[in-house]
């Protein structure tokens, strides 16, 4: 890679400083000179199109970067009522490419909340506008298009950033329980990816059998025979069976934010077990069935599951959709990132190129990839660390009901998990008595979701780590 460096600087002799502060400056010889060592204050880099170390090169544009940068640490703490760039334009009107509403820079936090409705959330020790982020090396670097002629070359984007930047990254005032068209992120244009994390939520409880779609089936051995039962949800006698309130824990994969004027993250793949579902521990407790007839007059009874009955192992797939106004915090641990503006898509120096796509030419294909696309694009060069995940409120998983209801299904039908009926109860069913299953059903369904686990989708949780630092004085919630 070749690198061309054009400096300006006052470069002090170690052994000439006690001269120089003594009688002012004195004049080197070369020679003298060519021993002195020193650092200059800012530097100018050049990176030809043709170079290795540009990540166009062999990418079908003719693409140079020059860089100014600043051999310095820079302590900021900044707050942004309103940060809007590239708001209609070329990308379309009606919406911005980056629009933040209280966006706020400040030093990292001491430790995090334990325990509470903001668990996992910062704190600062000494207050947050005491703290200031740390830039390290800042720059701003041009992307020139045919650096080598005078007559075609071309400006085709510009971007600020720092080699790493330490500090805390918030967006919004409140963590709210919904999205929020006035706080926080509102669109963004850029490429973040988030670390792989862990969490766990608290399922709301729900009644099982009374639609249509939680129809469940399986095999009634009464007076020696099989028979298949099937349960009846719109019967006025189907109670339905209580599901209480259950804590599953779940795995977060990492996953990108990538592209343009996003206003949500599409989380795939979070994975989940529910160890253990009770079927029979709430009010309800009741399901109709019909079967073919016993004593050629039977043929329907009220069922209660015995105490124990459970659906276990439930393996889960979830796609979690989040409204980008509702993650707030964003930590940046020695990291960098930039924030650019460019004519046309462009691979800047340094950014992430996916495996999957390091041998692909073209830019368009490389979907995995930190392409900062036409306008403007905000970027993050390391994963974020969003830390662990609890939602605040209980979470509703009856989408995944009839799913259960299906699976269960096929298990009820083998012949090693039928259901006996004492004769007693299989006569008692003719006066409309309620048959209780002799021994519990339990319904092990490790094996049916573990390659195909059962899915559903969530959205818009409110996470109890994403409550806001205000980073001003006094009560002030912005400043």
């Known amino acids: 890679m070749k690198i061309k460096f054009l400096c300006s600087a006052v470069l002090l002799s170690m052994s000439t400083v006690s001269t120089t502060f003594a009688s002012g400056l ?9 021993q ?14 043709t170079d290795a170390g540009n990540l166009m090169n062999g ?15 820079v302590q900021l703490n900044a707050n942004i009522r309103n940060l809007q760039l590239g708001c209609g334009g070329v990308n379309g009107i009606g919406a911005c490419d980056i629009d933040i509403k209280n966006l706020s820079l400040s030093g990292l936090n001491n430790s995090s909340v334990v325990g509470g409705p903001n668990d996992g959330s910062p704190i600062f020790s000494n207050g947050r506008p005491s703290t200031s982020a740390i830039l390290t090396n800042p720059f701003v670097e041009f992307a020139i298009k045919n650096p080598n002629s005078a007559s075609t070359r071309e400006i085709m984007g510009f971007r600020t950033s720092a080699e790493q930047i330490s500090g805390l990254l918030t967006a919004g005032l409140v963590n709210n329980a919904t999205p929020s068209s006035t706080d926080g992120i509102q669109s963004l244009s850029g490429f973040m990816r988030i670390a792989a994390t862990q969490g766990d939520v608290d399922t709301r409880a729900t009644l099982f059998g009374k639609r249509p779609n939680h129809q469940i089936q ?5 007076l020696g025979s099989n028979r298949t039962f099937t349960s009846d949800p719109g019967s006025a006698d189907t109670l339905g069976i209580s599901i ?28 989940t077990t529910i160890p253990s579902i009770p079927l ?8 109709r069935v019909t ?39 964003i930590p940046l641990t020695g990291t960098g990132g930039y924030l650019a503006l460019q004519k046309e898509a462009l691979l800047w120096p340094g950014n992430f190129i996916d495996a999957a796509d390091a041998a692909k030419t073209d830019l368009t294909t490389m979907t995995r990839s930190d392409i900062a696309q036409r306008g403007w694009w905000m970027s993050f060069a390391e994963p974020v660390q969003l830390g662990y995940l609890k939602a605040t409120d ?31 109860a299989a006569i008692g069913t003719l006066f409309g008595a309620v048959l209780e299953t002799p021994d519990p059903i339990i319904v092990n369904l490790n094996a049916a979701t573990l390659a195909n686990p059962a899915t559903l989708t969530l959205s818009n949780l409110q996470l109890r780590n994403q409550a806001v630092v205000a980073n001003c004085y006094g009560t002030l919630t912005f400043c």
């Open 36 to 49: 002195a060592e020193g650092q200059a204050l800012f530097n100018l880099s050049y990176l030809a199109p």
């Open 218 to 222: 399986g095999l009634l051995n009464a």
């Open 394 to 424: 209980t979470v509703d998983i009856s989408g995944v009901l009839p799913q259960v209801a299906t699976l269960m299904t096929t298990e009820l039908l083998k012949e090693e998990n039928r259901v006996f009926a004492p004769a007693g």
């Open 26 to 34: 004195v004049s080197l010889s070369d020679e003298e000179l060519s």
């Open 291 to 329: 079967f073919p007839a016993i004593l050629l007059v039977a043929n329907q009874a009220k069922v209660s599951l015995k105490a124990g009955s459970r659906v276990d192992n439930l393996n889960m797939s979830i796609t979690f959709n989040q409204a980008l106004s509702m993650i707030h915090n």
């Open 280 to 287: 029979a521990n709430g009010p309800n407790n009741q399901l």
């Open 244 to 271: 209480p309130s259950i804590n599953a824990g779940f795995n977060v994969p990492a996953f990108q934010v990538n592209g343009q004027r996003q206003t949500q993250a599409v989380v795939q793949n979070v994975t």
């Open 59 to 73: 990418r079908g544009s003719s693409v140079g970067f020059y860089k100014l940068g600043l051999e310095a640490e």
